[in-house]
Each structure stands twice: as C-alpha cells, then as structure tokens.
C-alpha cells in the first residue's frame, strides 16, 4: 500500500509594504504556498521590480519556508479582445508578468484565458492562440496556467473542450498549462458536488487530455448557483458547492501533491482570521498526515 501525499494549501495574500512581506503572510495563515499578485491587478503596468527587492522576496521566502507557487496575472489582461489595440497592451503586461515571475523565482503564472465579447468564440479563442504564439517561449522556470472560467461576459475556457481548443491552437507548448478553479466549474455548470457529476467532468478532462495537463488549483465555495455563469468566490463550505466536492479535489490521485490556494474573500482586519477558518476546514477534510491508503 502507497503512502497517501498530501497536497499543500494556501492561500492568495497582499503584497501590501512589498513583495517580501507576502511569505510572512502565508506564514501567519499556516499556509504552506500562496499566491500574489506582483503589482496592482487593475494596471496594465506597474512600479519596476527591482533586484533588492526580488532578493528580499527570496530570503523571506527560505526563512519562512512558504513557497510561492503563483503569481496572477493582472485582471486587465485580454487576449481575445477584438480590439488591436488591447491584445497589445495586454501582450506587452503579460511579459511584464513573467519577467518578474523569473526574476522572483515563482514557477507558475496564473491567467484568465479571455473574453471574445460579442465575437463568435471561434474567433476569440484564434486571438488567444495567435497572441500565445507570438509571445513564444516563456522565461526558463516559468509556466503559463489558462485559468478555467465561469464563462461571465462571454470568457473563454469555462469548459474542457474550450481549454483544449485553446491549448492546441496555440500548438500546445511546453510551457502552457492548466489551473483549475473549484468556484469557476461549479458556475459554469460542472456538478462537482455530487458523485456522478464528478465522475463526469474527469470523464471530460479524460476526453479532452485536460488531466494531465493540471498543475494547480483554486480552491474557493460560490455564492451563486450551480451554471450561473456569475463568478462570485466564497468561504469553504458556507456556499452552494458543498464540501464532498473539496474532499473529492483534495484526495484525488491524478492531483496528489498539486499546490492548492484559496482565493475566498477578505474583509480588512479579518483577512488571517478568514484564510486561517477556511484552511482548517480544508484540513479537516484530509486523512491524517501518514496515513496508508
């Protein structure tokens, strides 16, 4: 009998005061990974990171021992805009992203694919692929996760088959891959907390080649109903997903040892107090540390 491994848990958390400050975070939730965004997610471009500051992120990030596995990228970012001039600039800030996840020495970077607007979403997802293509290659170390959608305002990816499309169109390099969104499947129609739908979406995942291809999850409860297409997070367990569905994503082989992050609200002076509740009720659904299959 295999040792069952467990996977890490964390959490999304500020880089308010600099980017160092952020392991320090992850290490008062009780994280193990976290997840940051590295400059304002509402800008296109923000303040230069520079070297000191990179090593500072570095050292906190060895003294504390909390791995940073991601960074998100900026919300701003659309690479199946219609607009010429949006893909640009949205190109231009997705390089500023890896640079500084190279220079930060984090391994993944967290992108909603985007929206086609009112273009049919064969076009869209063309846009997404030519944009990938004509960036190239990432900076050694650095992976490109497509992000799954809820599908709100027409995005691209809120199924297996759309981020398959989106892969291979791009010609499925090496250094683009998949995180899943637990809230982002549940709004788009994936019955995740009942048994059958389960079974069902890794039938698809299967179908499509998505599992293999996974190295990352969100883990977040929704506010709104199963299909709403309405991507609104929450806290685990006190949504509409249920928490088999947590125990399900958690235990199951195919993404054993995949870093996990929550990306459920915050509300001011209890932003620890709510991420330390939501990983605890996470744990609480883990066999014990050690325990053999």
């Not at 890490?8 to 940051?36: F, T």
């Not at 599908?151 to 981020?163: A, D, K, P, V, Y």
């Not at 609104?232 to 249920?242: C, S």
């Not at 620890?272 to 609480?284: Q, S, V």
Request: one cysteine or more; charged letters at 25%.
């Amino acid at each position: 009998m295999s040792r069952l491994i467990l996977p890490p848990l964390g959490a999304h958390v500020s880089v308010a005061g600099g980017v160092a400050a952020a392991p320090d975070r992850g290490r008062r939730i009780g994280a193990d990974v976290i997840q940051i965004f590295s400059k304002p997610q509402t800008r296109w471009m923000g303040k230069a990171l520079e070297e000191a500051d990179a090593a500072a992120f570095r050292d906190a990030s060895a003294r504390t021992g909390i791995r940073t596995v991601a960074i998100h990228c900026a919300y701003l970012i659309n690479l199946g805009s219609s607009k010429e001039a949006v893909r640009t600039r949205s190109l231009y800030a997705l390089e500023d992203e890896a640079a500084r996840a190279a220079m930060l020495g984090v391994p993944y970077l967290v992108l909603h694919p985007g929206s086609c607007g009112e273009d049919p979403e064969e076009e869209g997802i063309a846009r997404i692929a030519s944009a990938l293509r004509s960036f190239g290659r990432f900076p050694e170390g650095v992976t490109l996760l497509l992000e799954n959608t809820a599908g709100q305002g027409n995005s691209l990816g809120r199924t297996m088959e759309q981020i398959r499309r989106l892969v291979d169109a791009a010609g499925g390099p090496p250094d683009v891959a998949v995180c899943l969104d637990s809230a982002h499947l549940f709004e788009a129609g994936y019955d995740i907390g009942s048994g059958a739908g389960w079974d069902g979406l890794l039938a698809e995942m299967e179908t499509y080649a998505v599992l293999t291809l996974v190295r990352m999850w969100h883990l977040n409860d929704s506010k709104t109903e199963r299909g709403s297409r309405v991507d609104r997070h929450f806290h685990i367990g006190r949504g509409k997903i249920g928490l088999d569905a947590f125990r399900r994503i958690l235990t199951h082989e195919a993404f054993r040892g995949l870093p996990m992050v929550l990306e459920t609200p915050k509300d001011g002076a209890d932003d620890f107090e709510m991420d330390i509740g939501n990983l605890a009720t996470l744990r609480g659904l883990l066999p014990r540390r050690g325990k053999e299959e």
